[in-house]
């Protein structure tokens, strides 16, 4: 329907890929959401800017789909895009800062680049790890990333503490959180 109504594009169409592509990735379709969170990105760049809020978010969005996709040095490039506006806006302990950061560190974990990944993974699970509405989510991904990172790295013991945190979240989420507690799920 909107893009019938909007055939040059319109932000509403940006934001309808952006959470569809968003409700595939937590139904853990990664090869189904890239290219609607790529034409969301465009959208966004074209009616929001290159250096809006809205263009980090849809940096995060499809960064964490290539992630989990195996591209791992385009989510790098995005994520890092995306820690350069937040940081234009926000100071270094800003949620959004180091949420971004910690996407990086999933990231970088996947290029096998573990020394440089797990401070930033680290950071995020530490600054999320007493979350509220928003950042439970977040604190989801860190320590889910977490567990990818140590199993990456042959560290089954660490790997084995991020997943039991994960499990404990999720069992004690209250009911309108555990949606967004199961977004992520352990490796």
Known sequence: I????????????????KLHG?????SDRFADAEPLLREARLLTERFDGPNSPMMANSDIDLGFALTM????SEAEALDRDAIRIYRSMFDEKNAMVVMARDHLGDALRGQGR???AEPLLLAGYERFKVPNSVTKKWLGHALTALV????????????????????????????????????????
Request: without cysteine; charged residues 25%; aromatic residues 8%.
């Open 22 to 26: 968003n409700g595939l990735q937590r």
């Open 69 to 72: 996709l195996g591209k791992y």
């Open 114 to 116: 573990f020394s440089e």
């Open 148 to 187: 990818r990172l140590y199993e990456a790295e042959g560290r089954p013991d660490e790997a084995a503490k991020y997943r039991a945190l994960f499990e404990a979240g999720r069992r004690t989420a209250l009911p309108s959180q555990a949606g967004a507690a199961s977004t992520q799920r352990p490796p």
């Open 2 to 17: 909107l893009r019938a109504a909007y055939p040059q594009g319109h932000p509403s169409l940006a934001l309808t890929l």
